[in-house]
């Protein structure tokens, strides 16, 4: 092992450090929020967790949109919800490998049906370094100034000094302003620091924002975009689009107002979707995210900090967990991409047929529901209809490796030496999956590639982000033949003081040596505050 827990016996004695102390407050009001980060700053491959406080406390659980930006290369982003419930939400994501030097937007939105618009919520950024590249002095984090004292935050640790790998016993007292203890909500972030030089203040990793908009959070997640005639470049207007769930088998529909907007609405649901866009119509079209009104940031002071030696020992950091990493179990398991939770009402598998040139002759040789005629105009497809035969009014809805097909005639040209399956739909339990769209009959085509026919107006869309609140201890978790070094030695956004204003928090050093610092943010009624400390770890 690379270190062991010192077992402590009797009682503990908390010391105050008080000349370390630092402590802000802010009246909480309806134009205030705020985000807790475990970090002020972060390198590519971090992990970024964060708490929000949002104003309008609410017992029922919503959920909240938020967009993550990279400056400079957008499919690095993200967009996903998290729950709120009493004003309260947690999340996380990760910086990629890939991510360069740069400023990372994170957004929260909602959609004003009234406006048929996207409002910000509020506006936020996160400054990101490459620990392989040159690095200019860092922008501070913006943040509000700080207004009319709320209450006081005091740390206190059970001994001047620790070591690696010991136990580490804390004790937080919340209290108004006159003194008297105040239960309070916590969150709290423990971090190496040696990227700060001794003569400066630890940075901060609070944001207090003004709200931009007062929510009106949802209790399903919903999501809105503008949909683009590409033939004469105009939006859409007072029509409808229909949105395919591809793992599903479903297809919903939304109305389209007069500037092309058009959203839906999904039961909460952790994980992605795989959809696509469809026009009925059949017309080309583009279908797009919903900008909000551009925000110019405000400049802000930049703080000189020595960060080379700190990227150097971050890169050390990342061999020794590659080195020392466990084996991630193999796994040959292949998603199935064919199958929905439904049975087809008709199949057939293709490599049980030879000798058949195109799907015009199998529908000949052997019996299925799908029919095709030849006309001057191309080839006509029918479904039998099993309740009033022989056959449905209309063309069948064609699904080629789950992306609908508007043009029959593309969908019947598929080499059939491509083919692996066909599934047919045309009873009524069936056919109701696909809704109007598939009233004649659904014929759905699996291919060896699927690649090949992904419709370019599909997107995956983010649910709700599994939080990462009850990761408040990793020494707790980790590999007991890995050295304990990540920069992040606890996070916990999750923790209350009890009716006398005392919270005591417990957890284990890392194997680093030098300055460590905490950082408290709290919430009572009265607004928030804010308090970080520092103590140091050195050799047995």
């Not at 700080?146 to 804390?170: A, C, M, R, T």
């Amino acid at each position: 092992m690379m270190f062991k827990f010192l077992n402590r016996i009797g009682n503990i004695f908390f010391i105050s450090i008080t000349s370390l102390f630092i402590s802000s407050s802010w009246i909480f009001g309806q134009d205030v929020m705020a985000i807790h980060f475990d970090r002020p700053f972060y390198l590519n491959g971090d992990n970024v967790r964060f708490k929000i406080y949002l104003t309008e406390p609410n017992k029922k659980e919503t959920f909240l949109d938020l967009l993550v930006e990279n400056q400079f290369d957008k499919d690095l982003g993200y967009n996903f919800f998290i729950p709120i419930k009493d004003n309260i939400g947690y999340g996380s994501f990760s910086i990629p490998h890939t991510s360069k030097t740069s400023t990372w937007k994170m957004e929260g939105q909602w959609f004003d049906a009234g406006n048929s618009q996207i409002s910000r919520i509020f506006n936020t950024h996160l400054k990101v370094f490459n620990d392989s590249e040159e690095i200019s002095p860092i922008s501070a984090v913006p943040k509000s100034n700080p207004v009319n004292p709320s209450g006081i935050i005091k740390i206190h640790f059970d001994k001047p000094i620790y070591h690696p790998g010991e136990q580490v016993h804390l004790k937080v007292n919340t209290s108004d302003m006159s003194g008297n203890p105040s239960q309070a909500k916590l969150s709290v972030s423990i971090l190496h620091r040696p990227y700060v030089r001794s003569d400066q203040p630890p940075m901060s990793s609070v944001n207090v924002l003004p709200l931009e908009s007062v929510p009106s959070l949802k209790d399903v997640l919903t999501w809105t975009r503008r949909a683009i005639n590409l033939d004469n470049g105009l939006p859409l207007s007072n029509d409808i689009m229909a949105i395919f769930l591809k793992e599903e088998g479903k297809i919903v529909f939304a109305k389209v107002d007069t500037s092309g907007v058009f959203s839906w609405q999904f039961q909460p649901f952790y994980g992605s979707k795989e959809i696509q866009y469809f026009d009925p119509m059949g017309r080309n079209i583009s279908v797009m995210p919903i900008p909000v009104n551009p925000k110019k940031n405000q400049v802000q002071d930049s703080i000189s900090i020595g960060l080379r030696s700190y990227f150097g020992t971050n890169r050390i950091r990342k061999k020794i967990n590659f080195l020392f990493r466990p084996e991630e179990p193999s796994t040959n398991w292949v998603k199935d991409t064919i199958r929905w939770p439904f049975e087809p009402d008709h199949t057939l598998l293709l490599q049980d047929y030879e000798n058949v040139r195109s799907i015009e002759e199998l529908t000949k040789l052997i019996l299925t529901p799908l029919r095709i005629h030849k006309s001057k105009d191309g080839l006509i497809p029918k479904m039998v209809n099993p309740l009033h035969k022989p056959f449905f009014n209309g063309p069948p809805l064609f699904i080629v490796d789950r992306c609908l097909e508007a043009d029959p005639n593309k969908a019947l040209s598929v080499k059939i030496e491509h083919i692996v399956r066909m599934d047919f739909y045309n009873l009524p339990k069936t056919i109701g999956h696909f809704g109007h769209l598939g009233r004649h009959g659904v014929v759905s085509i699996s291919t060896k590639f699927p690649l090949l026919n992904q419709s370019s107006i599909a997107e995956t869309i983010n649910g709700i982000k599994a939080s990462d609140k009850n990761l408040n201890n990793f020494l707790e978790h980790k590999n007991d033949d890995l050295p304990a070094i990540d920069p992040l030695v606890y996070w916990n956004p999750d923790i209350m003081t009890n009716q006398h204003g005392v919270a005591e928090i417990i957890f284990n050093q890392s194997d680093d040596l030098g300055t460590f610092v905490i950082e408290v943010f709290a919430h009572t009624p009265g607004g928030f505050s804010h308090a970080m400390q520092k103590y140091q770890v050195k050799h047995w």
